[in-house]
């Protein structure tokens, strides 16, 4: 629901495309659950590169889904 709330204040699009751009996503995107082990690694990126907590869990959701 993240991408739904960066449409709606960052770009400042209607809710309705928000949620349509949201659909979008899912119809052509993988999702994937995330595992403690991700978690676990994104927290070990997080120490080590000073990332972001979210930018780590991003990373290490990558690194783990390639």
Not at 13 to 40: G, H, P, V, W
């Amino acid at each position: 629901m993240e991408s739904v709330n960066i449409c709606i204040k960052r770009f400042k699009l209607s809710k309705e495309i928000a949620y349509q751009n949201r659909i979008n996503l899912i119809d052509t995107c993988s999702l994937k659950l995330i595992e403690e082990r991700t978690t676990l690694s994104a927290f070990k990126i997080f120490l080590r590169y000073q990332f972001s907590h979210w930018d780590s869990l991003i990373i290490s959701s990558a690194l783990q889904n390639s």
